[in-house]
Nanobody, 122 residues
């Protein structure tokens, strides 16, 4: 499993940001793809997931209506469009591959990409 996340940065409250996670073709066609995050001083938590065949999305309540997960088969990439960012969205964001949809517990994830830091200033 190969996952490479990018797109993090420093933004202000209310701004938008799009994270990308490039996957190997094998990963993209065989696994559900997900985003988790680890806020400062907290445990890693589920953010969003998208299923492997039907591209069905699933969101944590905390981001529902603000974040959109999508996947592009031409680029083997999963995206997380984040709108209306809040300071509490500050975290290291991780993309992940899973065998069960959705996997909302970090221990259930099959493999992880490296994180990308998102900082939202107030």
């Amino acid at each position: 499993v190969q996952l490479q996340a990018s797109g993090g940065g420093l933004v202000q409250t209310g701004d938008s940001l799009r994270l990308s996670c490039a996957a190997s073709e094998r990963t993209f066609i065989n696994y559900h793809l997900e985003w988790f995050r680890r806020p400062p001083g907290k445990e890693r938590e589920f953010v969003a997931a998208i299923s492997v065949n039907t591209y069905t999305p699933y969101y944590a309540d905390s981001v529902k209506g603000r974040f959109t997960i999508s996947r592009d088969s031409a680029k083997n990439t999963v995206y997380l469009q984040m709108n209306g960012l809040k300071p509490e969205d500050t975290a290291v964001y991780y993309c992940a591959a899973s065998l069960v949809f959705p996997t909302i517990v970090p221990t259930g994830v099959f493999d992880w990409g490296q994180g990308t830091l998102v900082t939202v200033s107030s």
